[in-house]
């Protein structure tokens, strides 16, 4: 009975994910934006509770990524497309489209890679970029749908990319340099100033992007 409770913190997951796209169909962006916050956290829950309960297996793992898939990859995809791109015609299909797809490549990487990379992530989690896009459209922010699509496209390589990105679970391999943190705070300092101050609630998702990027660049750099 105690992978009960795992379970149906991943199944709130999934539930959160279509519960978004049927509110982004409706127009209620910033209620399908809410659900993706709240499908990442049923999300951070069902591997803990598995872990404190010594139940994780297999099987719970499949399921955590089928419902990711849904909640950070399509509904994710079809939010920033229906409030950002549609105005590009069928061109601002293709940036979601792409994001959707790399979300499902980098968690079938993720689930191959579980007993080979350990203390860092392997390109960018897809719960981070769900919700950088869900955050996005609740701030309310209008930029140029051009840039938005680039950005969606660039999220969807880094997905797939090979930029450690830190796992707060421990012990890591890599350097975890103080001052690509200051870089980054920096970064989000200078977006919300020119960009757009409403931003902010992106920030947190924004400088964990950036913070891989740098600190990938700087530990390769020292490598040579």
């Not at 880094?158 to 796992?167: G, Q, R």
């Not at 391999?173 to 989000?188: C, R, W």
């Amino acid at each position: 009975m105690k992978n009960i409770i795992p379970c149906l913190f991943t199944s709130g997951n999934l539930a959160f994910g279509v519960l978004s796209m049927i509110m982004t169909l409706h127009g209620m962006f910033a209620g399908a934006g809410l659900c993706i916050l709240l499908a990442m956290l049923c999300d951070a829950c069902d591997g803990r509770s598995a872990r404190a309960l010594g139940v994780a297996g297999e099987f719970g793992k499949e399921l955590d990524s089928l419902s990711d898939c849904v909640s950070f990859g399509a509904a994710s995809g079809f939010l920033i497309y229906t409030y950002a791109l549609q105005d590009l015609g069928w061109i601002g299909a293709v940036p979601a489209v792409l994001y959707a797809v790399f979300g499902g490549l980098r968690l079938a990487r993720f689930n191959l890679n579980t007993t080979v990379v350990h203390g860092y992530f392997q390109g960018m989690p897809i719960p981070n970029g769900g919700c950088l896009i869900a955050t996005y459209v609740i701030s309310g922010a209008v930029l140029p749908s051009w840039l938005v699509g680039i950005f969606v496209l660039a999220l969807g390589y880094h997905l797939v990319s090979k930029i450690h990105n830190p796992d707060f679970k421990g012990a890591s391999p890599d350097t975890l340099h103080k001052s690509a943190l200051a870089i980054s705070v920096i970064f989000g300092i200078l977006v919300l100033i020119f960009v757009d101050w409403h931003l902010i609630i992106t920030m947190p998702f924004l400088l964990y992007i950036v913070f891989g990027l740098v600190n990938t660049a700087m530990n390769a750099a020292s490598a040579h």
